[in-house]
């Protein structure tokens, strides 16, 4: 037998909102035919009405012991249409006498539960019932990317990073979604960020993803407990293209990089590399983003007052500070000697072409660093590890 699935919606309010002055309806045993008999179903509804604190995370069920239900509508507030509900379904079991919430609620939010079961007889009841969602003391805030309409290169992941760790990650994972055309293979994994400490969770193709591949990811997370009564207070989704396969390839033994799109070489650029102090990290990083000027302070990535200057035309890699950037100052050192701070440095023109030919989510890989491979949550880097070993990251 088929699931009735019945459209929810709800507020993703952050403040409460308080019940209607008049007291809610609630009416049983009005029959359709006939005066009322034991046939008469009863609906039983599992948050008692007028309940002012219910956990947002509650299994909202309906149920009744005669007949089946016909109609569950629950609605936020007042029920009127808005731009700013969500939508949330449930479902019937296979009797059609119980309908279960799909989703989390939103917290501080009166919601209105109209519910209507016919029994064999085809006698009806009609029953009207409502409650609050709990305020939380605690929340945790989400942060999804990419941006929303982004075009984005071929390595970019779906990321969403919090502001607090997640202690129940199965929870998270359950309420997220990716839908992609074509259809792609890929999963979630969690990584930390070894400088920040930030927790997020990915997800990642089992390839780099194909040119032209539209994305769209949802994530009803208003409501969720994160663990700890810590709990997540909207939904957030975004859509985003994969734009051109650009690929770069880093050889700090050499001291060139090649820049390909769609696998044709376009330019062959010379670098210095981080010194045998400290070396570029090997492996594959994904452009995060990039600025064309910034300020860098060594003391900001450990190494003390090193240096302090004004850098352009500077690609982002790393959060423990790795850019692709001009620099002039090391200009005998480019194309023979790896002499940075753990930089790829260029000369300023280069570097100016390679600003303009980048986009975030561009593949870079390092390889004859005599340094470690880069650690997969410093910045975006999901790809250093087999696409098995990355599904293992998956709460789920």
């Known amino acids: 037998m088929k699931k009735l699935i ?25 029959a359709a035919h006939g005066p009322a008999t034991d046939a008469i179903p009863q609906i039983t509804i599992s948050v008692p009405d007028g309940a002012t604190s219910e956990p947002p995370d509650t299994a909202l069920r309906v149920s009744t012991t005669t007949g089946t239900l016909t109609s ?13 509900h969500v939508a949330v379904s449930g479902t019937l079991d296979a009797t059609r006498q119980t309908w279960t919430v799909r989703r989390t609620l ?69 309420s997220l979604s990716v839908t992609t055309t074509p259809q792609v293979e890929g999963s979630w994994g969690w990584v930390r960020d070894p400088h920040t400490g930030q927790e997020r969770v990915d997800w990642r193709p089992a390839e780099y993803w194909r040119p032209g591949t539209k994305v769209t990811v949802k994530a009803s997370l208003s409501g969720v407990n994160t663990g700890g009564k810590r709990y997540l207070p909207r939904d957030i989704s975004t859509t985003f293209t994969i734009g051109t396969a650009r690929i770069t ?17 376009l330019r062959t650029i010379p670098i210095s590399g981080g010194g045998p102090d400290t070396p570029t990290h090997n492996g594959t990083m994904v452009v995060m983003d990039k600025v064309a000027d910034i300020r860098m302070n060594s003391e900001t990535v450990g190494l003390g007052n090193a240096y302090d200057m004004q850098v352009k035309w500077a690609v982002h ?15 005998s050192r480019i194309g023979n000697t790896n002499a940075s701070h753990g930089c790829i440095g260029m000369t300023t023109s280069d570097a ?12 870079v890989t390092t390889t004859g660093s005599t340094g470690p491979t880069v650690d997969v949550g410093n910045g975006l880097g999901n790809w250093n590890l087999p696409y098995a070993k990355w599904k293992q990251r998956s709460a789920m």
Request: one cysteine or more; proline letters at 7%.
């Open 6 to 30: 019945v459209s929810v919606l709800c507020v993703m309010a952050l403040t409460g909102c308080s019940a209607s002055a008049t007291a809610p309806d609630r009416h049983q045993g009005t």
């Open 72 to 84: 569950v509508r629950v609605t936020p507030n007042d029920g009127r249409d808005s731009k700013s």
């Open 106 to 174: 939103s917290p501080a939010t009166t919601y209105t539960v109209h519910a209507t079961a016919t029994g064999p007889d085809g006698q009806r009841t009609t029953t009207r019932s409502r409650f609050t969602t709990m305020t939380p003391s605690r929340i945790n805030r989400a942060l999804l990317g990419p941006l929303d309409n982004q075009v984005v290169g071929v390595g970019m992941p779906v990321t969403l990073r919090f502001d607090h760790p997640v202690a129940d990650k199965a929870a998270v994972e359950k």
């Open 249 to 265: 390839r880093v050889d700090l033994e050499a001291h060139h990089m090649t820049v390909t799109e769609n696998g044709r070489a």
């Open 317 to 331: 890699l790393t959060t423990s500070g790795t850019y692709l950037h001009a620099a002039p100052w090391n200009a």
């Open 352 to 363: 100016r072409w390679f600003y303009d030919h980048t986009r975030p989510g561009d593949i």
